[in-house]
């Protein structure tokens, strides 16, 4: 081939690569006792090329960082409003108040393309106080928006978990896909008005608790990329080699049971935790990523959703302040740690660039807290500090489960002493404690230091990493990784992916 050939070839493919990965976009949580200024995270996302952001709130600032980017925006609306969207009235207020203020068709305002209402309203866990509401909501801020002027450009939908499809037990393929029967009642009237609108589909996938859940069961190449040698075989020939592709199949196949064989489908949430599991760590995290991000650059698709697939990864940052109820891993999600540092080599758009960190953040100083060797009895300081920081790192199958109990305790009052920002006396624990520059990181325990930050906000309660932490408090975990609290009760609904590929591979 002639050289300017060539080169016309690469250039083809970067821009074909570049333009597919388009559909990625991120999750920008913000339940962390820390957070880094807006504006700086809005600068690092132009730089990585993540043209697309969903919020779980409304957040002002937030906002007013993203105004005149052209980013695309989700904003969501919580569950405890839901009830109060019924009345339309309300929710015209809402659209006014925090859609149209932000003049979403102005080069200078905030491209908000999609309202999330609720955030999985349909999961078990909420016993049905949802399902009643979460449709009329959906109509009420759609017909808002569209008596706004906004309705081509904004649409409402709402996040769902992936638990609300599921294949049976005696056929489990994605073909035989259908809606859980306790929830398609309300989940009609949903579709209907998303067909109305030609609003998305949006559901939340994550292989990662497929293996989670699957406690051994579920074959652990299906979630990921890299092929298997033994894939799930549907009808007609059809081949399955990644639990992703089975489970939007299997979406799709419920949906066009209701007769919406064409209703877009968007990931909402996407994403594999680096800490907390034995199966959450930065190795299997940066495995997953490639391989989906190159799955997203193909244009590809599934079987039955060929073409490009607009996806959401979860999460932007490591949140400390998500309950850890779901499990020790929900402070993990992020693609970076809190500090706005990339947590490993990503390239989002086949042009060979990598994720660039966070501008601007100021580490604190070189200095940890230790407890001193004359100490053994580690209980009450770890209780202390682990109450008020996260301790995760220390659980069973975790980064630093392997270090002895001084060391575990020197991890916790650290853990502690950088979340109130180095402060003298967070270092103390009755002279039990003291700072050093010695830094006691061993293994793959990585003893932080903390950052400069203008928000510090109280600390979560519910970050012991013993049993008894019997408040989920303030920290509503918002994440489909909140799929189940009790994860035996929901194994089988709790992702697609698991059920139907366990019976499966049992069956082999
Ligand atoms: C909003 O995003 C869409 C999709 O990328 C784009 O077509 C549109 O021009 C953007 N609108 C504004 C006002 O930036
Ligand atoms: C705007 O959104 C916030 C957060 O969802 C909510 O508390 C507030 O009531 C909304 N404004 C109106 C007028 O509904
Ligand atoms: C929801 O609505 C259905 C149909 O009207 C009704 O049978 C059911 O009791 C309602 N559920 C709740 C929790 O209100
Ligand atoms: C789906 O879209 C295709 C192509 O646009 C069209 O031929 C088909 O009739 C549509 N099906 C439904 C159920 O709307
Ligand atoms: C990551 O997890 C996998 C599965 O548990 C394990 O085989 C691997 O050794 C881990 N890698 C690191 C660096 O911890
Ligand atoms: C990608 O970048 C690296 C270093 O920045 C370079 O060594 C490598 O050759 C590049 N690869 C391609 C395909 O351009
Ligand atoms: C260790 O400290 C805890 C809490 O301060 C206390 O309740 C416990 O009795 C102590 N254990 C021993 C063996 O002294
Ligand atoms: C340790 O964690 C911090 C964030 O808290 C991160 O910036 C740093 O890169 C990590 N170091 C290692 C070796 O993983």
């Not at 996260?390 to 001084?406: E, F, H, M, R």
Request: proline fraction near 7%; include cysteine.
């Amino acid at each position: 081939m002639p050289k300017f050939l060539v080169n016309v070839y690469l250039v083809t493919l970067l821009v074909f690569l570049g333009h597919n990965v388009e559909g990625l976009g991120v999750n920008w949580g913000d339940i962390s006792s820390h957070k880094l200024p807006p504006k700086d995270v809005v600068k690092m996302l132009q730089e990585n090329g993540i043209k697309k952001v969903k919020l779980f709130n409304n957040d002002e600032t937030v906002l007013n960082a993203l105004a005149g980017t052209g980013m695309e925006v989700m904003i969501g609306i919580s569950n405890q409003l839901l009830k109060d969207l019924v009345n339309p009235e309300v929710a015209k207020k809402w659209v006014k108040e925090n859609v149209t203020r932000y003049e979403p068709k102005s080069p200078k305002g905030v491209n908000i393309t999609l309202v999330g209402i609720g955030n999985e309203p349909f999961l078990r866990d909420y016993k049905d106080t949802l399902t009643n509401v979460t449709g009329p909501a959906l109509e009420n801020i759609q017909n808002a928006l569209n008596d706004a002027g906004l309705g081509d450009t904004t649409k409402a939908t709402v996040p769902l978990n992936a638990d609300v499809y599921l294949s049976p037990s005696w056929n489990p393929v994605p073909s035989a896909g259908f809606f859980r029967a306790d929830i398609v009642e309300p989940l009609k009237y949903i579709l209907k008005v998303l067909d109305k609108n030609n609003a998305p589909f949006m559901v939340n996938i994550y292989p990662f608790l497929s293996l989670y859940y699957g406690n051994g069961a579920f074959p652990f190449d299906y979630a990921f990329f890299d092929g298997v040698s033994n894939p799930l075989k549907d009808k007609d020939g059809v081949e399955y080699t990644n639990c992703f592709d089975a489970n939007l199949d299997t979406c799709a196949a419920a949906l066009a049971g209701e007769g919406y064989s064409n209703m877009t489908i968007m990931v909402g949430e996407m994403g594999w935790p680096t800490d907390g599991n034995p199966y959450g760590n930065v190795t299997l995290a940066e495995k997953f990523y490639k391989g989906f991000i190159s799955y997203l650059a193909k244009g590809k698709g599934s079987p039955r959703r060929p073409g490009n697939i607009e996806a959401y990864i979860f999460a932007l940052f490591d949140e400390d302040r998500k309950s850890t109820l779901p499990g020790n891993f929900e402070t993990h999600w992020g693609l970076y740690y809190d500090d706005g540092t990339p947590k490993f080599p990503l390239d989002l758009h086949g042009k060979n660039k990598t994720l660039v960190p966070v501008p601007n953040v100021e580490k604190l100083s070189k200095k940890w807290c230790v407890v001193k060797p004359d100490v053994n009895n580690f209980t009450g300081l770890t209780t202390y500090a682990c109450d008020r920081a996260d301790c995760t790192p220390l659980t069973k199958g975790s980064s630093c489960q392997n270090l002895n109990d001084a060391d575990k305790a020197s991890y916790a009052v650290n853990a502690y002493f950088q979340s109130q920002q180095q402060k003298d006396d967070s270092c103390d624990f009755e002279g039990k404690a003291t700072v050093t520059t010695k830094d006691p990181s061993q293994g793959t325990c990585n003893f932080t230091i903390g950052f400069k930050t203008l928000t510090s906000l109280a600390p979560s309660p519910s970050h012991l990493p013993s049993s008894d932490h019997s408040s989920s408090s303030d920290a509503k975990p918002h994440s489909s990784s909140s799929i189940s609290l009790s994860p035996p009760k929901s194994l089988a609904f709790a992702s697609m992916g698991i059920f139907f590929l366990v019976s499966v591979f049992n069956n082999l």
